[in-house]
């Protein structure tokens, strides 16, 4: 990455996340002694959003809070990461989203999802940044919102030339059968996990000899390119010129709760400065892999340097 300053934004859900780390999640009708906690505000949106600031962007939340004390504290934590909260809305008649994660001694982690004020981001309150977005060098979007607030940010990015970056998790308001909105296909680059994708386009199976045909398939129906993630499998890339499989980074892994934020919030601040899609992929890895070796949310992100001491090591 170069020294240019670059604007990112990040439109996502914002949670209040509370973390018990375990040596196993309980079973129905047992308890069990928790050995670490992490209290924060977490959710795609502030972790991607934070992993842009990290890596030296100037970075936009786009997202909905409820009223309260909740609200402020996530404010207040975002601003600390050097995030851009003037476009949080509130509900004040709705709880910010609340997420409970368990995390086990191997890394895998279990959580319970509310919500809460996400599911009232409206399309007229993200008309209501076109300017931040039609100034932003990438904006970065996770599904998981209502159906048309996505559809409106993939629609004035898109109007204003910035380059699109989509987690095409499934919209808030959306069941398991239904069809993805048409303008998810419409963007510069879509970044599932291969269970995701393999969802999307249908496929029975999710394995690495599918994924190059799973990315295949997203590219033929309009994307400019798609970045399928697999975990310690690395990631597949597919264009309409190539394939490419790049590799992981190898770490003892600790808590995998953020790292595919780590990933796309890396990416994006790559993709914001540099038109280089290997190299913006071998940064997010190495982002993604830094995250997993941390018990936590936010405090799990990398620093840029962090990011690239790693990639020296592995050069």
């Known amino acids: 990455m170069n020294g240019r300053s670059a604007k990112v934004v990040v439109v996502g859900s914002t949670y209040l996340d509370i973390a018990l780390k375990c040596n196993a999640v309980p079973v129905p009708g047992e308890s069990v002694s928790g050995s670490g906690l992490a209290y924060a505000v977490t959710g795609p949106g502030p972790r991607q959003a934070i992993q842009a600031a990290n890596c030296g962007c100037k970075v936009q939340l786009i997202s909905k809070t409820g009223g309260g004390y909740v609200s402020d504290t996530a404010k207040y934590n975002l601003l600390q990461y050097q995030v851009d909260t003037g476009y949080i809305y509130t509900a004040e008649s709705k709880h910010t989203g609340i997420a409970v994660t368990l995390v086990d001694s191997d890394g895998d982690n279990t959580s319970i999802i509310y919500e809460g004020a996400n599911t009232a981001l409206l399309a007229s309150e993200i008309r209501n940044a076109e300017q931040v977005i039609s100034e932003a060098d990438v904006c970065l979007i996770h599904g998981h919102l209502p159906t048309e607030a996505i559809v409106e940010a993939i629609n004035l990015a898109k109007i204003g030339g910035t380059k699109t970056i989509l987690n095409p998790a499934r919209p808030i308001e959306a069941s398991a059968s239904d069809d993805l909105p048409m303008e998810y296909f419409g963007v510069d680059l879509i970044i599932p996990n291969l269970y995701e994708a393999a969802d999307i386009t249908d496929q029975s199976t999710a394995s690495i000899r599918t994924a190059k045909m799973i990315g295949s398939d997203l590219v033929a129906r309009g994307v ?43 990416l994006a601040a790559y993709c914001a400065v ?25 405090e799990a992100l990398p620093t840029k340097a962090e990011i690239i001491e790693l990639l020296q090591k592995h050069s």
Request: charged letters at 20%.
């Open 224 to 266: 400019g390119k798609a970045i399928i993630t697999m975990g310690s499998r690395g990631c597949v890339m597919v264009d309409r010129d190539c394939t490419d499989h790049i590799p992981a980074f190898e770490i003892e892994l600790v808590d995998q709760t953020g790292c595919g934020d780590a990933f796309a919030g890396a």
């Open 274 to 298: 540099k038109d280089d899609i290997h190299g913006a992929i071998e940064f997010a890895s190495a982002a993604g892999a830094l995250a997993c070796s941390k018990f936590g949310s936010a």
